[in-house]
């Protein structure tokens, strides 16, 4: 049996999602830390917060991968 082709581009928004993966995760961006004793530090953001850093954070990501490039 043939396997699929693996020969087209990726989608813009694919690649800006792993974009986005691979810095939130570096930058601990949505990433949850509790201290031992449970009491949330008051520099923690919301999970609100922390939804609107990752849209716009994702944002920029699609931006900086469909943007052209300069020459």
């Not at 020969?7 to 792993?18: K, Q």
């Amino acid at each position: 049996m043939d396997a699929p082709q693996n020969n087209a581009a990726r989608r813009p928004e694919d690649i800006a999602l792993d974009l986005l993966k691979f810095v939130a995760s570096h930058a601990n961006v949505g990433s949850k830390s509790t201290g031992s004793t449970g009491f949330v530090a008051p520099f923690q953001a919301k999970s609100e917060d922390q939804v609107t850093q990752l849209l716009e954070l994702y944002s920029r990501c699609r931006e900086a991968v469909e943007a052209p490039l300069e020459r």
